[in-house]
């Protein structure tokens, strides 16, 4: 038994004719209070894909006798690929790339709209790389194929389906949780190991607790009144502590640091660099003896990862400074940017480390808590009852510059400087703890079914179209390529009363409960279910018919907006909609098994102390379940998404209106 935490697919980008691996780092249930050791299994073999929607101009018998090898040769011309088999000449002259994958006819329904016909004629497409994918998905899409008299034009789904999703929903495996495999090494035949790697669905055991290691480094600025910037040549990294979650500590650092053991913890140790290359690269090599399967801090993301990286470049070190994985190998630097209106803008630099997870603590605690600021001390302050020494940041500056200039006292304020630097690092532990952080990622994780570093490193979508994938992949629905159609425009949101100023005594709150969730269910508003108006064919006794009358800065709006609240687009007529009774839809059915998931994790916690393991791992859990389900609905009104679906979110937020305005006259009455 085995804790998955983290996969990382793996594939030679400079070798066209490569394969994409699977390492599935895992944690081994620890023993006698000793540390969980890391294991790691290899999975060859797995190939990513994408379907090619085949027209229905043929009949079932047409493209299982003839048409499919016709259109398996003219795709293949198309993406300029060859079989191994072909004459490697031929291919060379069409300037064709190897292709090792596979073709398997199938038939899936369709996730958009009620649909005419229930089964749709698919090709799937199975290709040795992810590169080669995203390669021949943009040779193909949208392009011109004739076979025989026919001709059309292509359209593929599900190309924008993570490999790591289509590998754990192909293996029915976690993306962090308990799985079985007796193997180091295990082999993938079309796309199926079910006999050597399995999940444990029952096992309800706490994750085995990491190790982490957090990461704070101290920077010099030539301009005291100025932050430093790393393209300046005298601004460099002196300082770097790194801080084991078992309770070491290790100072690297640039310039003497005298009496620094006596101001600090005992098992802290110092470690001195003649200069700022031979300190950026003993970080590396200190990350690696360290051993963490968690590398976190402090916005390291947004300061110390891109901080290092640009100082390690000017050494010409940045190849040695990304050695830190398990494996040794370089790794590359990933820039994360997105911008949502939760969000706002979204800029994440580091390295993919293989075989550990990075963890910036900044953006999950400003997404999660609200605070007037969110520097280290006013977090600390708030959870833990702890603050930091008083050190500004021309206090950090001086001290390096004393060492810059021989000053003897210069050791004295070094030290200083360096307990300030091992303290921040050890308040990302303590709060990291405090706020259980590994539960929580790991309850999210698993419930959402992405990967830990997507929680954090991505938004809300990715998070709901995994879900959905999951959902359909097991009921044989195929996951569209959205319509035109359901791209969001402006609409009209929640009812929001204007307060009236004042000071009110024995206020009692009202709140609905899960607002959202529950009209979806209780409407069936789904991908699946809206009847599209040329079906005129299904009655309205069958639909939920949702309509409203729409009036925005139109001639009959009779608001009087200020510029704060003036909604910046107009909308004047009347909206209709029908979506089926039964059976009920994809994110409806989501929705319900998470409702019902939460409710059943919440009455197992009555069963624990709240001060025990069990109880946080299973308070994590039905928080899980309960921003899952209210994340449902934001995916549907984007302009830009996996999944958008205006008139679901119209008519989500039409309903919600009504139910505010009915609840506010009983209320009133």
């Given at each position: 038994?085995?804790y998955?935490?983290?996969?990382?697919?793996?594939?030679?980008?400079?070798d066209p004719?490569g394969?994409?691996?699977m390492?599935?780092h895992?944690l081994?249930p620890p023993e006698?209070?000793?540390e969980?050791?890391?294991?790691?299994i290899?999975?060859?073999?797995?190939?990513?894909?994408f379907?090619?929607?085949?027209?229905s101009?043929?009949?079932?018998e047409?493209?299982?006798r003839?048409?499919?090898?016709e259109?398996?040769?003219?795709?293949?011309?198309?993406?300029r690929?060859?079989?191994?088999?072909?004459?490697?000449?031929?291919?060379?002259?069409?300037?064709?790339?190897?292709?090792?994958g596979?073709?398997?006819?199938?038939?899936?329904?369709?996730?958009?709209?009620v649909?005419?016909?229930?089964?749709?004629?698919?090709?799937?497409?199975?290709?040795p790389?992810?590169?080669?994918?995203r390669?021949?998905?943009?040779?193909l899409?949208?392009?011109?194929?004739?076979?025989?008299?026919?001709?059309?034009?292509l359209t593929?789904?599900?190309?924008e389906?993570?490999p790591?999703?289509?590998?754990c929903?192909?293996l029915?495996?976690?993306?962090?949780?308990?799985?079985?495999?007796a193997h180091?090494?295990?082999?993938?035949?079309?796309?199926s190991a079910s006999?050597?790697?399995?999940?444990?669905?029952g096992q309800d055991?706490s994750?085995?607790?990491?190790?982490?290691?957090?990461?704070?480094?101290?920077?010099?600025?030539?301009?005291?009144?100025?932050m430093?910037t790393?393209?300046h040549?005298?601004?460099?990294?002196f300082?770097?502590?790194?801080?084991?979650?078992?309770?070491e500590?290790?100072?690297?650092?640039?310039?003497p640091?005298?009496?620094?053991?006596?101001?600090t913890e005992?098992n802290?140790?110092f470690?001195?660099?003649?200069?700022?290359?031979?300190?950026?690269?003993?970080f590396?090599?200190?990350?690696r003896?360290?051993?963490?399967?968690?590398?976190c801090?402090y916005n390291?993301?947004?300061?110390d990862?891109?901080?290092?990286?640009?100082?390690?470049k000017?050494?010409g070190?940045?190849?040695?400074?990304?050695?830190?994985?398990?494996?040794?190998?370089v790794?590359?630097?990933?820039?994360?940017?997105?911008?949502?209106s939760?969000?706002r803008n979204?800029h994440?630099t580091?390295?993919?480390?293989?075989?550990?997870?990075?963890?910036?603590?900044?953006p999950?605690?400003?997404?999660?808590?609200?605070?007037?600021?969110?520097?280290?001390?006013?977090?600390?302050?708030?959870?833990l009852?702890?603050?930091?020494?008083?050190?500004?940041?021309?206090?950090?500056?001086?001290?390096?510059?004393?060492?810059?200039?021989?000053d003897a006292?210069?050791?004295?304020?070094?030290?200083v400087?360096g307990?300030?630097?091992?303290?921040?690092?050890?308040?990302?532990?303590?709060?990291?703890?405090k706020?259980?952080?590994?539960?929580?990622?790991?309850?999210?994780?698993?419930?959402?079914?992405?990967?830990?570093p997507?929680?954090?490193?991505?938004?809300?979508q990715?998070?709901?179209y995994?879900q959905?994938?999951?959902h359909?992949?097991?009921?044989?629905?195929?996951?569209?390529?959205p319509?035109?159609?359901?791209?969001?425009?402006?609409y009209?949101?929640?009812?929001?009363?204007?307060p009236?100023?004042g000071?009110?005594?024995?206020?009692?709150?009202?709140?609905f409960?899960s607002?959202?969730?529950?009209?979806?269910?209780?409407?069936?508003?789904?991908?699946?279910?809206?009847?599209?108006?040329?079906?005129?064919?299904?009655?309205?006794?069958?639909?939920?018919?949702?309509?409203w009358?729409e009036?925005?800065?139109c001639?009959?709006?009779?608001?009087?907006?200020?510029?704060?609240?003036?909604?910046?687009y107009t909308?004047?007529?009347?909206h209709?909609?029908?979506?089926?009774?039964?059976?009920?839809?994809?994110?409806?059915?989501?929705?319900?098994t998470?409702?019902?998931?939460r409710?059943?994790?919440k009455k197992?916690?009555?069963?624990?102390?709240?001060?025990?393991?069990?109880?946080q791992v299973?308070?994590?859990?039905?928080?899980?379940?309960k921003?899952?389900?209210?994340?449902?609905?934001?995916?549907?009104?984007?302009?830009k998404?996996f999944?958008?679906?205006?008139?679901g979110?119209?008519?989500?937020?039409?309903k919600?209106?009504?139910?505010?305005?009915?609840?506010?006259k009983?209320?009133?009455?």
């Amino acid at each position: 038994m085995k804790y998955l935490y983290h996969i990382d697919p793996v594939e030679d980008k400079d070798d066209p004719e490569g394969s994409l691996d699977m390492h599935l780092h895992t944690l081994l249930p620890p023993e006698d209070g000793a540390e969980a050791q890391r294991a790691c299994i290899v999975v060859h073999g797995y190939q990513p894909f994408f379907y090619v929607e085949l027209p229905s101009v043929f009949t079932a018998e047409e493209w299982r006798r003839v048409r499919v090898n016709e259109l398996r040769a003219k795709l293949l011309e198309m993406a300029r690929l060859h079989e191994c088999t072909d004459d490697p000449c031929m291919a060379c002259a069409r300037q064709s790339q190897p292709w090792r994958g596979t073709f398997r006819p199938v038939w899936k329904k369709k996730l958009y709209h009620v649909q005419r016909r229930t089964w749709h004629a698919m090709l799937q497409m199975c290709f040795p790389t992810q590169q080669q994918r995203r390669m021949v998905f943009y040779r193909l899409h949208d392009k011109v194929v004739r076979v025989g008299m026919q001709k059309w034009t292509l359209t593929l789904h599900e190309a924008e389906a993570p490999p790591i999703l289509q590998f754990c929903t192909d293996l029915a495996l976690p993306t962090t949780g308990w799985i079985e495999c007796a193997h180091t090494h295990v082999e993938v035949r079309n796309n199926s190991a079910s006999d050597q790697i399995r999940a444990l669905p029952g096992q309800d055991a706490s994750p085995p607790p990491p190790v982490l290691v957090a990461v704070d480094i101290e920077v010099y600025s030539h301009n005291e009144k100025r932050m430093p910037t790393a393209d300046h040549d005298e601004d460099a990294v002196f300082q770097i502590a790194l801080v084991r979650s078992t309770g070491e500590g290790r100072l690297l650092h640039v310039g003497p640091c005298r009496d620094a053991n006596a101001s600090t913890e005992q098992n802290d140790r110092f470690f001195e660099f003649p200069d700022e290359r031979a300190l950026l690269l003993g970080f590396a090599a200190h990350v690696r003896d360290m051993g963490p399967h968690v590398l976190c801090g402090y916005n390291i993301f947004g300061f110390d990862f891109p901080y290092l990286m640009a100082r390690a470049k000017r050494w010409g070190v940045d190849h040695q400074i990304a050695r830190l994985g398990w494996s040794g190998h370089v790794c590359p630097v990933k820039e994360v940017q997105w911008s949502s209106s939760a969000y706002r803008n979204q800029h994440f630099t580091l390295w993919q480390i293989d075989g550990r997870i990075s963890l910036d603590l900044l953006p999950i605690v400003r997404r999660d808590y609200k605070f007037s600021n969110y520097r280290l001390k006013t977090v600390a302050t708030a959870f833990l009852g702890q603050t930091k020494d008083p050190v500004t940041p021309q206090d950090i500056f001086r001290a390096y510059r004393k060492h810059l200039q021989g000053d003897a006292t210069a050791a004295d304020d070094l030290a200083v400087i360096g307990r300030y630097c091992i303290q921040d690092a050890r308040l990302v532990l303590r709060l990291c703890d405090k706020l259980n952080q590994w539960i929580g990622l790991c309850e999210m994780a698993r419930i959402c079914r992405v990967a830990i570093p997507t929680l954090f490193l991505q938004g809300q979508q990715i998070k709901v179209y995994s879900q959905i994938y999951h959902h359909c992949h097991a009921h044989d629905i195929l996951v569209q390529t959205p319509p035109s159609e359901n791209r969001a425009t402006k609409y009209a949101g929640a009812t929001v009363f204007p307060p009236k100023p004042g000071i009110y005594d024995n206020v009692v709150p009202f709140d609905f409960a899960s607002l959202y969730p529950t009209t979806i269910i209780a409407y069936n508003i789904d991908y699946s279910t809206i009847v599209p108006p040329s079906r005129t064919d299904i009655s309205d006794d069958a639909c939920h018919v949702i309509q409203w009358e729409e009036h925005t800065c139109c001639a009959h709006d009779t608001t009087a907006y200020t510029p704060a609240t003036h909604p910046g687009y107009t909308k004047c007529g009347w909206h209709r909609f029908r979506f089926l009774k039964s059976p009920r839809g994809v994110v409806p059915t989501l929705l319900q098994t998470l409702l019902d998931a939460r409710a059943q994790t919440k009455k197992q916690m009555k069963a624990h102390g709240k001060d025990t393991t069990a109880y946080q791992v299973l308070d994590k859990r039905q928080l899980a379940y309960k921003v899952s389900a209210n994340s449902m609905y934001g995916a549907m009104g984007v302009q830009k998404g996996f999944l958008p679906f205006l008139p679901g979110a119209m008519c989500i937020t039409a309903k919600g209106r009504e139910s505010i305005q009915c609840a506010s006259k009983l209320v009133q009455s």
